[in-house]
């Protein structure tokens, strides 16, 4: 059924069941409110008596029956006038606005002036659909309101549209404006880093010298990732008081804007981002924003990203005929072999991979062109001969000879300039005419923008996956823009290759999806540098970090799990020492720290003592037992590691409560200092659970078997841990 209403006089209520949850879409047309409400969220906005569309309420659920609505907000003086003051949903910037505009636009005979007022709306199911125009000009934005029944985050989007009969050129274009009430207790929490650093966590007050998070990059990025979380200080801990998370379904340059405007609220402003942005609007063209979602909870920073993590698995990650595969055990050759790849040495490490209980073998760089270091061959992605002279065949049957399946490594958006591509298509990639290519790990970016380049990247892709049944791919991607020219169309669409080049690589995923269903894809950008809402609705799991180092990685999964979803996020087990910061840890720890995603293996196995292979046999083994919970089930960080003197308590809960993983890991302990006992959360009260630890060993001796689900709550469980790089994984089972 399908409700379309008008705004004038009508009011109406939608109550619509979603898979047991409910969501509701609603429009009070005496106050002229708009409410969703979803989960224990909601979330409410008015038309203004100036017509604007002004942010009212989002936060805790109310009671249907509560009488919403937002004051009547004038200018504050000759300074700060009506369109600066009212917190718009989607302001234009005109008519005196001085907060970050969503929207700006300039036309060809010089005017910049735009301010959107409310037309129309719809309600549709959970979704409502508002049109805004200027007051004089023939632009339309069409705003997009969504909620999910079960989690309460909203989607919002926007639809630019040209009525007219002259281009418009677009300076900015956000998603969506947010609003948070007035309050001066605000903190903004962010991730940052660098190549092989990615996830670290940042926090600082809102206030008026505002924040913005950004890419100009090209892609995501990891100085910072497009996702905030915004908490009340007092108030909010990990584990209570409110806390709003939200992230940008955008793979390209972003930017999210956080600032206490004059009349104290807090807005949230993201989309694309404006730095060298130009979008030549044609008459009748329109451009779709990327989605911003956002959520709320009640529960504190643990439970806001709870919820987003439900919420992406339901709503963001693909499925596969319409189920969610769990991420298999992978081995990775990479830190193994790097590009000295061939078929005799994957067939061995396939061997002994297929030992310990691995389920996918992913050959990494290599394999193609005249690829024996990255100063070529990236482009050409035929087989090398002499590498494998009968093709990928062999290896591909040798390895599901052994039950696994097969994944390749591939880094199609990308050239060597010593590569047959880029000596036959030389203007194929992003450049400034007759201005030097900076390169970036010896390469340069392809032009997706262009669709010569768009299809013929879909070509050799779908070429490469109908003649081998290749079962993964790893998507890489190592290097960010220069120069980011478009040279060979007009000057006033050059600049569009910032959405352009985008839209076609997801076509081009969107594509391969489509034709080859069985494939999975993995987002890599040199590890965590592309991963987003928008990347991984097209891809199966992320790789977070090329640091591979268990105790750095326990900062980087803390960072990134705020975010995003622990099940799709693989880590992996490697050599020791690191090749990162040469750290020397046991086996043991790094399996306790890997296995807290998805995990991979990527070890030189030929090196491996007996004693590795059985120590790995027993932690896959386990892993395979909690595997569900640990990527379906609800992530407690129970001790946040802290930079220095790394101490991780995080505990995986089965949605149904049956199970739990608890990982303890120490870098080190220092003195005789005794150690609280571990409090879980999340279990059933009155449900019995016994507990064993992961590596099959004894419990510590005072520890009792199994207990109510209250005592592991209340009393806890002591963890003895003694010593450097000390770890311990405990698996609770509901009896
Ligand atoms: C960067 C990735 O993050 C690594 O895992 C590996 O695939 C290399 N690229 C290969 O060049």
Excluded at 668 to 686: F, K
Aim: charged share 25%; net charge negative; hydrophobic share 35%.
């Amino acid at each position: 059924m399908r409700f379309a209403l008008s705004a004038i006089g009508f009011a109406m209520i939608l109550t619509l069941p979603v898979e047991g949850a409910q969501a509701e879409a609603s429009y009070d047309a005496e106050r002229r409110v708009f409410r969703l409400d979803g989960g224990d969220v909601t979330y409410a906005f008015k038309v203004s008596r100036d017509d604007l569309l002004q942010s009212v309420y989002w936060g805790e659920r109310l009671e249907a029956e509560d009488p919403i609505d937002g004051p009547e907000i004038g200018g504050l003086s000759g300074f700060d006038v009506t369109a600066n003051v009212v917190p718009q949903e989607y302001a234009g910037w005109g008519g005196g606005l001085f907060a970050d505009p969503a929207l700006k636009v300039a036309w060809p005979d010089g005017n910049r002036d735009l301010v959107l007022h409310y037309r129309s709306h719809k309600i549709e199911r959970d979704a409502v659909t508002v049109e805004l125009q200027d007051i004089q000009r023939p632009l339309t934005v069409i705003l997009h309101y969504t909620i999910d029944p079960d989690t309460g985050v909203i989607g919002r989007s926007a639809s630019i549209r040209n009525d007219g009969d002259m281009s418009v050129r677009i300076d900015r274009a956000a998603a969506a404006g947010y609003t948070l009430p007035v309050d001066e207790r605000y903190r903004l929490h962010y991730t940052t880093g660098r190549w092989a650093a990615e996830w670290q966590r940042g926090d600082a007050p809102v206030s008026a010298a505002g924040t913005v998070l950004e890419s100009r990059r090209g892609s995501t990025g990891s100085e910072n990732n497009p996702w905030f979380m915004i908490t009340v200080d007092g108030e909010t801990t990990e584990q209570s008081g409110p806390a709003w998370i939200g992230a940008l379904a955008w793979s390209g340059s972003w930017r999210i804007g956080v600032a206490r405007d004059v009349a104290g609220r807090t807005r949230i402003t993201g989309g694309f981002n404006p730095f060298d942005f130009a979008y030549s609007l044609a008459p009748r063209e329109t451009l779709e924003t990327p989605v911003f979602y956002a959520g709320y909870s009640d529960g504190g920073m643990g439970a806001a990203s709870r919820v987003f993590h439900r919420f992406q698995r339901q709503s963001i990650l693909p499925r596969h005929d319409g189920r969610l595969p769990l991420r298999p055990v992978l081995y990775n050759s990479w830190e193994a072999t790097e590009f000295a790849v061939d078929e005799a040495g994957q067939m061995r490490l396939a061997d002994l991979a297929a030992r310990i209980g691995v389920e996918r073998f992913v050959m990494d760089d290599g394999w193609f062109g005249e690829r024996n270091s990255d100063h070529a061959g990236l482009g050409d992605w035929q087989v090398n001969p002499e590498k494998f002279p009968n093709g990928l065949k062999p290896l591909i049957d040798h390895v599901q000879a052994r039950g696994m399946e097969f994944g390749l490594w591939v880094e199609p958006e990308m050239v060597n300039p010593d590569s047959e591509l880029y000596r036959a298509h030389p203007d194929w990639v992003i450049n400034f005419e007759g201005r030097p290519r900076t390169e970036g790990r010896n390469q340069l970016v392809l032009n997706l923008a262009r669709q010569d380049v768009r299809d013929h990247l879909l070509g050799v892709l779908d070429d490469l996956l109908s003649k081998n049944d290749i079962r993964f791919l790893k998507w890489d991607y190592n290097r960010n823009w220069s120069e980011p020219g478009w040279p060979s169309v007009p000057v006033d669409e050059q600049q569009e290759i910032y959405v352009r080049y985008m839209r076609n690589l997801y076509y081009i995923l969107d594509e391969l999806r489509r034709r080859h269903p069985g494939v999975e894809i993995e987002s890599c950008s040199g590890g965590g540098g592309r991963i987003d809402l928008g990347i991984m609705q097209r891809t199966d799991q992320v790789w977070t970090s090329d640091n591979t180092d268990p105790v750095d990685r326990l900062l980087i999964q803390d960072g990134y799990t705020q975010a995003y979803d622990p099940g799709v996020m693989m880590a992996w087990v490697t050599d020791s020492p690191n090749w990162v910061n040469r750290r020397s840890t046991p086996l043991s720890f790094r399996f306790l720290s890997a296995m807290q995603g998805g995990l991979g293996i990527g070890n030189d196995l030929t090196e491996w003592t007996q004693e590795d292979f059985a120590t790995a046999k027993r932690y896959v083994a386990a892993y395979k037992r909690i595997r569900p919970t640990v990527q379906r089930g609800d992530l407690y960080r129970i001790d946040r590691p802290e930079e220095g003197d790394v101490r991780s308590t995080t505990l995986y809960v089965a949605p149904d409560r049956s199970q739990a993983a608890l990982f303890a890991l120490v870098q080190g302990t220092h003195r005789l200092d005794p150690r609280r006992p571990i409090r879980l959360q999340g279990l059933n009260e009155d449900a019995r659970y016994s507990v064993e630890r992961m590596d099959g060993e004894p419990l510590a001796s005072a520890t009792p078997t199994e207990a109510s689900g209250a005592y592991w709550m209340r009393h806890g469980i002591d963890v003895p841990l003694r010593g450097d790089f000390q770890g311990v994984g405990l698996i609770f089972t509901r009896q």
